[in-house]
T-cell receptor, first 112, second 116 residues
Framework: GENVEQHPSTLSVQEGDSAVIKCTYSDSASNYFPWYKQELGKRPQLIIDIRSNVGEKKDQRIAVTLNKTAKHFSLHITETQPEDSAVYFCAVRKEYGNKLVFGAGTILRVKS | ETGVTQTPRHLVMGMTNKKSLKCEQH?????MYWYKQSAKKPLELMFVYNFKEQTENNSVPSRFSPECPNSSHLFLHLHTLQPEDSALYLC???????????????FGNGTRLTVT
């Protein structure tokens, strides 16, 4: 089955700096790659996603890059703010499948 | 209002109890999911229902029994659980295979389960 590895497990950055979280996956048939943000005591929420026919997608301060050959994708947050502090999960899914496999999560702390 | 509502928010039960978790979605989705979230572990997929039919059982012990009477409601029946089953149980829904290509999951707020 699919195996998703996420790094780092914790990340501390100074307010205003950038944060990068990386995920690798094993199944080359996977072609949908979302990122979820989970604040303390709240539900995971989709923040950005990318499909395999695209190499990069950007939404304001958040961007995701995908390297299908190397089977890895990354979340980039620029100009970090304290409210970006949360747990971030990457996930992977095959075409038209229902099974979304998650990474272990990254605890991001933005220090002001 | 998240679109996916779970009850109860918190549940404490003994190992011999029987209880049920409830999930309801108001998004018109066709697929519903149960995930288990334990500390320092990835979100673990437990069950998937697509148009009320179970399409995925991720080797979940029989003490967890799902029920999906229609596309809007999903239950997780719990019986003779173990302390290691204590976790946050998250329900989610999505458009499903017949809907939008690779539609995202929408999660509920979860039920925090403690087994004593």
């Amino acid at each position: 089955g699919e195996n998703v590895e996420q790094h780092p497990s914790t990340l501390s950055v100074q307010e205003g700096d950038s944060a990068v979280i990386k995920c690798t996956y094993s199944d080359s048939a996977s072609n949908y790659f979302p990122w979820y943000k989970q604040e303390l005591g709240k539900r995971p929420q989709l923040i950005i996603d990318i499909r395999s026919n695209v190499g990069e997608k950007k939404d304001q301060r958040i961007a995701v890059t995908l390297n299908k050959t190397a089977k890895h994708f990354s979340l980039h947050i620029t100009e970090t703010q304290p409210e970006d502090s949360a747990v971030y999960f990457c996930a992977v899914r095959k075409e038209y499948g229902n099974k979304l496999v998650f990474g272990a999560g990254t605890i991001l702390r933005v220090k002001s | 209002e998240t679109g996916v509502t779970q009850t109860p928010r918190h549940l404490v039960m003994g190992m011999t109890n029987k209880k049920s978790l409830k999930c309801e979605q108001h998004l018109g989705h066709n697929a519903m999911y149960w995930y288990k979230q334990s500390a320092k572990k990835p979100l673990e997929l437990m069950f998937v229902y697509n148009f009320k039919e179970q399409t995925e059982n991720n080797s979940v012990p029989s003490r967890f029994s799902p029920e999906c009477p229609n596309s809007s409601h999903l239950f997780l029946h719990l019986h003779t659980l173990q302390p290691e089953d204590s976790a946050l149980y998250l329900c989610a829904s999505s458009q499903g295979r017949s809907g939008s290509y690779n539609s995202p999951l929408h999660f509920g707020n979860g039920t925090r389960l403690t087994v004593t």
